[in-house]
C-alpha cells in the first residue's frame, strides 16, 4: 500500500549565473502544480536466482509499455557483500497491470553475467552486465495513421558490460581501472505475446558499440529511461561514439527494419553520461545528462543542465542551466501524463566531519523534484521538493547510510485503462567505512515502483 508524503519545504534555491551558464528565457507561464508522488516500501527485493548463487538484491528499475493494458518493469540485480563495488548481475523483467500487484507477475531471467576465457593467456574472466534499458513497440499499438506496426509486440534493450580477469567473487575500484578491462555491450531483440517477454535474439558485441548508425556513431548504452515512440520509430537518450571515439550523450532514432529494431540516427547532444529524454506539451523535447565532472577545466558536475529541440530532435539549444542545485548524483527528466515536466535529483545537505567515510554516499539520502515551468526556461517554484528523505523517515542505522539514487519514470497504461506516470528508484545502505565493508540488507533495500498524480487529462503516448 502506497502513502503520501507530505512536502519537506526547501532543500535549495535556484541562484542566478553567468556566461553560458545563464538561464535563457524569462518565466512566460507557470506551471500546475505537480502533486505528492507516493511513497511506500519497495516493490521488488529477493532476486530468485543469481550468477554463481551470489547474494544479490533488485535496484535500477526501467517500465515499458507491452501491451494495451500491460507493463514490464525491467529490474538490474545487483551483488551485494565486502570488495564487491558496483557490481552488477544483468536484469529481470516483471510483467503486471496493477501498481499493488507489481512484484508478482514474474521474474522472467532476462540476461545474467557470464564467464570467458581470455583470447591471449587462456585466464578466467567474468564478464559484469549492467542495468539494460530500451524500448518496445507495445502489443495492439497503432501507427499515427491508425495502421498496424510491422514491429507491434517486439522491442530491444542494450546494456553495457565489462570483463574482468578473475572468478567473479569480487569487484574493487582498482579493477574498473586496470589495462585489462574490456568493454563490451549487450544487445537483445525482444517480444511481448500478451503474458510474457521472451529473448528473441541476443548479441554479445565485443566492440562496445551496437552497429552503426547512418551518420556513423556506433550505440555504446542506453539512457535512464525507455524510448518513447515518434511516428513509426522510437526514440531513446543513449551513450553513443563515433568512428573516432569521441564519446556523447545524444538521442537516437531507433527503426524496426528486417524484422528487429535497429538504431537508425544518431544526435550528440551534450557531454556527461545516463540521459534521459521527454516530450513537452508544446511537442518539443526535453533532454537532460549527467554532467562530467570536469570540461574544459571548467567543474559543471553539480549543475542541472537541460536542453530542448523543437525540430524533434534534429537540433537542440541549452534550455537552462541551474548551478549547484544537486550534488554528482544521478539526474533525470520526467513527465507526467499531462505532460508537465520534472527533473528527479539528489539534493547536497550532510557536511563530513572526518575526512576518513566516503561522505559522497552522504550526497543520495535525500531525493528532490524540480518543476519545469510551462513553456519556459526557469523552475517554477524555483525551489525544490524534497519527495523522500530516507534518514528522517528510517533513522540512522549503526555505522550505515542511506544511499536513494537512480530515478527514473515511464507514463504507462494500467490494467484499470488509466494512464499513469511512474517513477522508480532504488534504495540500499553503504558503510561509512566503505567498499571493504559493503552494505547492510534492510527491509527498505530494493526497487520501488511510484506514482506521481496528473491533474489535467493525460496525453497518451501510444494509440491503441
Same mark, same amino acid.
Given at each position: ?8 519545504g526547501?532543500?535549495?534555491?535556484? &541562484?542566478?549565473?553567468?556566461g *553560458?551558464?545563464?538561464?535563457l528565457?524569462q518565466? +512566460? ?5 505537480i ?25 535500477? @528499475?526501467?517500465?515499458?509499455q507491452?501491451?494495451? !493494458? ?10 551485494? @557483500?565486502?570488495?564487491?563495488?558496483d557490481?552488477? %548481475? ?15 507477475? /514474474? ?5 545474467? #553475467?557470464?564467464?570467458e576465457k ?9 564478464? $559484469? ?6 524500448? *518496445?513497440?507495445p502489443l495492439?499499438?497503432? +501507427?499515427s ?7 507491434? /509486440?517486439?522491442? *530491444? ?8 580477469l ?8 582498482d ?6 578491462v574490456?568493454?563490451?555491450v549487450? =544487445?537483445?531483440?525482444l ?5 510474457r517477454?521472451?529473448?528473441v !535474439?541476443?548479441?554479445?558485441?565485443k ?17 535512464? +529511461?525507455?524510448?518513447?515512440p %515518434?511516428?513509426? %520509430?522510437?526514440l ?6 563515433d ?6 550523450a ?9 524484422? +528487429?529494431w535497429?538504431?537508425?540516427t544518431?544526435?550528440? =547532444?551534450? #557531454? ?5 529524454? =521527454? ?7 526535453? *533532454?537532460l545528462?549527467r554532467p562530467?565532472?570536469v &570540461?574544459?577545466?571548467?567543474?559543471i /558536475?553539480?549543475?542541472?543542465?537541460l536542453?530542448?529541440?523543437k525540430?524533434n530532435?534534429?537540433t ?6 541551474? $548551478? ?6 544521478p539526474?533525470?527528466? #520526467?513527465?507526467?501524463?499531462?505532460d ?12 563530513s566531519?572526518?575526512q ?13 523534484m524540480?518543476?519545469?515551468?510551462? %513553456? ?10 524534497i519527495?523522500?528523505?530516507?534518514? $528522517?523517515?528510517? /533513522?540512522l ?8 539514487d537512480h530515478?527514473?519514470s ?6 484499470d485503462?488509466k ?8 534504495i540500499?545502505?553503504f ?6 565493508v559493503?552494505?547492510k540488507?534492510?527491509?527498505q533495500?530494493?526497487c ?10 493525460? =496525453?497518451p503516448?501510444?494509440?491503441?
Amino acid at each position: 500500500m502506497k502513502y503520501h508524503a507530505g512536502q519537506r519545504g526547501a532543500a535549495a534555491r535556484l &541562484v542566478a549565473v553567468v556566461g *553560458f551558464c545563464a538561464l535563457l528565457n524569462q518565466i +512566460q507561464a507557470a506551471a500546475v502544480p505537480i502533486g505528492e508522488i507516493t511513497r511506500g516500501l519497495p516493490d521488488v527485493s529477493l532476486p530468485k536466482s543469481s550468477t554463481d548463487n551470489l547474494p544479490v538484491r533488485y535496484g535500477l @528499475g526501467f517500465p515499458i509499455q507491452l501491451g494495451p !493494458k500491460t507493463v514490464g518493469l525491467f529490474c538490474n540485480l545487483r551483488v551485494i @557483500g565486502p570488495n564487491r563495488t558496483d557490481y552488477e %548481475d544483468g536484469d529481470d523483467v516483471f510483467v503486471f497491470d496493477d501498481l499493488r500487484n507489481v512484484g508478482k507477475g /514474474g521474474p522472467t531471467v532476462v540476461t545474467r #553475467n557470464e564467464k570467458e576465457k581470455d583470447d591471449k593467456t587462456g585466464e578466467l574472466r567474468f564478464i $559484469e552486465k549492467f542495468p539494460l534499458n530500451g524500448g *518496445f513497440w507495445p502489443l495492439g499499438a497503432k +501507427q499515427s495513421d491508425g495502421s498496424a506496426h510491422p514491429g507491434a /509486440g517486439r522491442g *530491444f534493450a542494450i546494456c553495457q558490460a565489462f570483463s574482468f580477469l578473475g572468478s567473479g567473487d569480487k569487484l574493487t575500484w582498482d579493477m574498473f581501472s586496470q589495462s585489462t578491462v574490456k568493454r563490451y555491450v549487450e =544487445v537483445l531483440q525482444l517480444s511481448f505475446n500478451g503474458r510474457r517477454v521472451s529473448v528473441v !535474439k541476443r548479441d554479445l558485441l565485443k566492440a562496445g558499440r551496437m552497429g552503426t548508425t547512418s551518420d556513423g556513431w556506433g550505440i555504446s548504452n542506453g539512457g535512464m +529511461q525507455a524510448a518513447i515512440p %515518434d511516428g513509426s %520509430d522510437l526514440l531513446m537518450a543513449v551513450m553513443a561514439a563515433d568512428k573516432a571515439g569521441l564519446a556523447k550523450a545524444g538521442v537516437a532514432r531507433f527503426r524496426f527494419t528486417d524484422g +528487429q529494431w535497429q538504431p537508425f540516427t544518431f544526435t550528440p =547532444v551534450a #557531454n556527461g553520461t545516463e540521459p534521459s529524454v =521527454v516530450r513537452r506539451a508544446d511537442r518539443s523535447l526535453v *533532454f537532460l545528462a549527467r554532467p562530467d565532472d570536469v &570540461v574544459e577545466g571548467d567543474r559543471i /558536475g553539480k549543475r542541472i543542465l537541460l536542453w530542448s529541440s523543437k525540430d524533434n530532435g534534429a537540433t537542440w539549444k541549452q534550455l537552462l542551466c541551474a $548551478e549547484n542545485e544537486r550534488p554528482r548524483t544521478p539526474v533525470s527528466v #520526467n513527465a507526467t501524463p499531462d505532460d508537465r515536466i520534472f527533473v528527479l535529483a539528489n539534493v547536497p545537505g550532510m557536511t563530513s566531519p572526518t575526512q576518513k567515510w566516503l561522505w559522497w554516499h552522504l550526497d543520495r539520502v535525500r531525493l528532490a523534484m524540480w518543476q519545469l515551468a510551462d %513553456d519556459a526556461a526557469a523552475f517554477e517554484p524555483p525551489q525544490p521538493r524534497i519527495i523522500r528523505d530516507a534518514q $528522517e523517515e528510517f /533513522g540512522l542505522i549503526d555505522d550505515y547510510r542511506w544511499d536513494l539514487d537512480h530515478p527514473s519514470s515511464g507514463i504507462v497504461r494500467l490494467g484499470d485503462g488509466k494512464w499513469h506516470g511512474l517513477v522508480t528508484y532504488r534504495i540500499r545502505t553503504f558503510s561509512i567505512q566503505g567498499d571493504p565493508v559493503g552494505e547492510k540488507i534492510t527491509p527498505q533495500t530494493g526497487c520501488y515502483v511510484e506514482e506521481v498524480p496528473s491533474a489535467q487529462p493525460a =496525453v497518451p503516448p501510444w494509440r491503441f
